[in-house]
Each structure stands twice: as structure tokens, then as C-alpha cells.
């Protein structure tokens, strides 16, 4: 099976943005050597191979096209072109089943969409490809339903349940894609429902997915990030009817559901 690299953290969006207009002022010229000097000049990266990091990612997104040349030399020269202005990276149920989704989905359902370069470097590699972050994935999911019906609202509540996620990415995400207000909406009927001293689900199934939810509440709470869901409203209406057309049964089981206590 193919395994998936992350991409390594630490990589910086505008950093990423800077290497490729360097590679556009250079034109023709944009060999590795010359990006290198023109980047180092800016005091934009410090090491060489950081920067074969950011022209590998860039490439695979891309955003860059690499050629060679024979320049007399025992290795060909590559030279780099800007190809497109955006980043791509897959998106689906497929992915989000690669980012640990516990759920049968089609092996089919994966789809390229551009992003930025935000969304690029937390994106991981897999198979030649650029695979979303967990929380690009979950963001994209519920504007889809929103816009779609497509009902892959389901899966985002098994994932932001029972998984930690950076948060304040997340929520930032939603806002730019105008279902910040749903999100918010989401975390506040989990916590609800998770705070609740009465079910008519089996308790088993129940307590287990309030013990891991609560954690995760908290984790969000200790660090500060829950007030991003508490204090502000969030954009957008889009996805808002979905969240609220979601029941107590609905939450639990599909938190259930991941975690595998339920089938």
C-alpha cells in the first residue's frame, strides 16, 4: 500500500509564494543555483535544501514546471517556469478515508481544487499527489453539502468529534468559504449534546463519544481556541440548515461510528 508523507511542518506559505515570484523574475534564467541566490539575496531561506523542498512541493502542486537542459555537465540543468498561479491538491471521501475516516466511501470520490498557499504546505504527499489537510478536507465537505445535497456532512461530524484539529486553521478556512457559521454552529450542538445528563441512545455508545468529545472540548478550551467558536458568529449562512437538521442520533452515531462502537 502507498504510503502518505506529510509534508514537512515548518514550511512557510509566504515563503512558498516568494520562491515562486523569484522564479518568475528569473524568466529563462530559473535554475536551481539561481533561484537559490535570489532567495538567500531576499533573506527569504537560509539553506539550499529548504529550498529543493519548496521547488519540489511547488512542482507537484503545479505551480511550477521543471525542464532540463544539457549544459555540458555530468548532471542536466533544471529549469523551472511558473505554470499556473494556484496551487491543486485532492480533495474527497477518499481522502478524508486517508486521514483516517472510519467509513466505507467510494474509492473514486477525489477531486483536484485549487487553494492557496496556505493550503499547500499542509497538504501531504501521497502517491505523486498532493492530498488537503484533515481540515481543508472537512471544510470543503460541508460547503460541497451545502451547495450540493450531497449529505458528507455525516462524515465531518464523525471526524470533528472524535479528532483534534487545529482549530483556529479550520475555522479561519470556513470563514473564507462562508460556512464559518456552520462550523461554529456544529462544535456548539456536539458540545450540547455531549454535555447532556439524558439520552434515550444505548449509554455504551453514548458515553464513549461524550468522553472523546469532552476531551477534545477541553484540550480546545485549555489552549484558548474555543473562543474562535464562543465569540465570534462566523460568515456565511451556507450549511447553517444542514447543522440544524441534524438530531442527537445523528451526532452520536456518526461519532459512534468512528470510533467503531457502533456499526
Known amino acids: 500500500m502507498t504510503q502518505a508523507l506529510v509534508v514537512p511542518r515548518g514550511l512557510d506559505a509566504a515563503k512558498a509564494e516568494e520562491v515562486t515570484r523569484a522564479v518568475e523574475r528569473l524568466g529563462k534564467s530559473a535554475s536551481f543555483r ?6 538567500a539575496r531576499a533573506g527569504v531561506l537560509t539553506h ?8 519540489d512541493l511547488l512542482v507537484r502542486s503545479g505551480v511550477l514546471e521543471v525542464r532540463t537542459r544539457d549544459v555540458r555537465s555530468v548532471y542536466l540543468q533544471q529549469i523551472y517556469f511558473v505554470k499556473s498561479k494556484r496551487p491543486k491538491i485532492l480533495v474527497g471521501l477518499d481522502i478524508l478515508q486517508k486521514h483516517g475516516l472510519n ?3 467510494p474509492e473514486t470520490d477525489v477531486r483536484v481544487i485549487p487553494t492557496d498557499f496556505s493550503g499547500l504546505v499542509r497538504s501531504t504527499l501521497f502517491d505523486r499527489s498532493l492530498m488537503a489537510s484533515l ?10 453539502d451545502a451547495k450540493k445535497r450531497t449529505g458528507t456532512t455525516h462524515f465531518v461530524v464523525a471526524m470533528i468529534s472524535t479528532r483534534r484539529l487545529d482549530l483556529p486553521y479550520l475555522l479561519k478556512r470556513a470563514d473564507e468559504m462562508h460556512v464559518g457559521r456552520a462550523f461554529r454552529l456544529l ?3 456536539m458540545l450540547e449534546t455531549a454535555s447532556s445528563n439524558e439520552t434515550e441512545l444505548d449509554a455504551p455508545l453514548f458515553l464513549a463519544v461524550r468522553a472523546r468529545f469532552l476531551r477534545i472540548a477541553r484540550q480546545y478550551a485549555q489552549s484558548g481556541s474555543w473562543k474562535l467558536i464562543e465569540d465570534k458568529k462566523g460568515t456565511g449562512a451556507d450549511g447553517v440548515s444542514i447543522i440544524n437538521g441534524l438530531d442527537e442520533s445523528d451526532l452520536v452515531l456518526a461519532a459512534g461510528k468512528q470510533l467503531g462502537v457502533t456499526g
Not at 539561481?34 to 532567495?39: D, F, L, M, N
Not at 539550499?48 to 521547488?55: A, G, K, N, S, V
Not at 481540515?135 to 460541497?144: A, K, P
Open 34 to 39: 539561481s533561484v537559490w541566490k535570489e532567495v
Open 187 to 189: 462544535f456548539k450542538r
Open 135 to 144: 481540515e481543508d478536507c472537512l471544510v470543503t465537505e460541508v460547503y460541497r
Open 48 to 55: 539550499h535544501r529548504t529550498l529543493r523542498t519548496y521547488l
Open 103 to 105: 467509513w466505507d466511501v
